[in-house]
Every structure is written in C-alpha cells, then in structure tokens.
T-cell receptor, first 109, second 115 residues
Framework: GEDVEQSLFLSVREGDSSVINCTYT??????LYWYKQEPGAGLQLLTY?????DMKQDQRLTVLLNKKDKHLSLRIADTQTGDSAIYFC?????????FGAGTTVTVRA | GAVVSQHPSWVICKSGTSVKIECRSL??????MFWYRQFPKQSLMLMAT?????????EQGVEKDKFLINHASLTLSTLTVTSAHPEDSSFYIC???????????FGPGTRLTVL
C-alpha cells in the first residue's frame, strides 16, 4: 500500500521560514496535498500540486516536488504564530488520500 | 463560510450505546464521501468510501457491521458507531468530493468519547 512519511516536529522562530518535508512511495500519485490542522479542528486544505509540476507558489506558501525522489516539501515564508499547527502531507491517485503522520510546527517568539 | 458540517461536534456516550454522526454538504452536491478516524497525535486513517445510493466500500480492518455508513443523498452521509466501546473513542472526520479532485472539503470533525 501507499506509504507517506514526514518528520514529526519542527520548531521555528517567528519571521523565519519553515520547511516541512515529506516522502511518499506511490509512483502513480497524481496529486499531492498539504493540509493544516489546528487543535480540535478538522483539516484545512492549504495547497496541492499536480504530479507533473515541480513547484507551486501561493502567497507565503511554496511547494516543491521532486518526483524522481518522491519528495515533497512545503515552505512557509515569514512564519507567524498563527501558523502553529499540525501539517499533513497526503497523496492520491484515485480520489483516496494517504496521509503522513503530521508535522507539529511550533512557532516561538 | 463552512461548506461542510458535522453533527454533533462532540459526543460522550456510555459503552454499548450507538452513536450517529452526520456529515452534510451545505452548498454543493457531494458525489463521493469518505470517513476517516484520527487517534490522538496520529494521522487520519480512511475507514470507508461511499457513493450516493450505493453501499460503502470499507478499508481492510474496518468492521462494516460496527461502523454503518449511509450515503442517503448527495448532501448527507451518516456514520453510526454501533455498540461503542472505549477503544472507539476518536476524532471522526468526513471528506466530500464535488466531482473533481480539486473540489474537496473536510468536515470539522466529531470528537467521540466512549466511557
């Protein structure tokens, strides 16, 4: 089955950039996603990238995809305290999503 | 505003009782609905997939007689946890597709605690 892995924790200073990394194993993935989950809440879709792209930028968010290495990253520029949350990467190729375990991002002053 | 609602947002019940969780799309028709469960500090695990008017497809290891899914209409899906036990305590989240992969929404989740 599909396997998605990501680092569990990231601590970053306010104003710095955050980079969250993710690797996956399913070479037939068509879409890759980044979700944000705040405590006690559901998931919020942050951004997604189609597998034939290698980069996508959306305001403070930059997604990089290395399809050869099956590596996905999310960069958050000018990280703010409101960015503290759990970030999940996910991949899909048939409308089903396979999630990583989530990276807890803590923003310190 | 929210496009997907879940009700209740949290529920506490006694062991052995059944709990129904509703997932509604508020302003679109959901062709496919997914139910996930999330244990504390863990990722989301897909439980089942349902299309309107047909039986749900359950993932391996998920008991279909325990987790009853009814996709009654294009705007409503329900998940009933039958004879709930403390190990069923979890965060249950629905995800809805509106016909294309870039039009998907998650519900806000339902926190179930079984005493």
């Amino acid at each position: 089955g599909e396997d998605v892995e990501q680092s569990l924790f990231l601590s970053v200073r306010e104003g710095d950039s955050s980079v969250i990394n993710c690797t996956y194993t399913d070479s037939s993935s068509t879409y890759l996603y980044w979700y944000k989950q705040e405590p006690g809440a559901g998931l919020q879709l942050l951004t997604y990238i189609f597998s034939n792209m290698d980069m996508k930028q959306d305001q403070r968010l930059t997604v990089l995809l290395n399809k050869k290495d099956k590596h996905l990253s999310l960069r958050i520029a000018d990280t703010q305290t409101g960015d503290s949350a759990i970030y999940f990467c996910a991949e899909s190729n048939d409308y089903k999503l396979s999630f990583g375990a989530g990276t807890t991002v803590t923003v310190r002053a | 505003g929210a496009v997907v609602s879940q009700h209740p947002s949290w529920v506490i019940c006694k062991s052995g009782t059944s709990v129904k969780i509703e997932c509604r799309s508020l302003d679109f028709q959901a062709t496919t609905m997914f139910w996930y469960r999330q244990f504390p500090k863990q990722s989301l695990m897909l439980m089942a997939t349902s299309n309107e008017g047909s039986k749900a497809t359950y993932e391996q290891g998920v008991e279909k007689d325990k987790f009853l899914i009814n996709h009654a209409s294009l705007t409503l899906s329900t998940l009933t946890v039958t004879s709930a036990h403390p190990e069923d305590s979890s965060f249950y989240i629905c995800r809805l597709l509106a016909g294309s992969t870039d039009t998907q929404y998650f519900g806000p989740g339902t926190r179930l605690t079984v005493l």
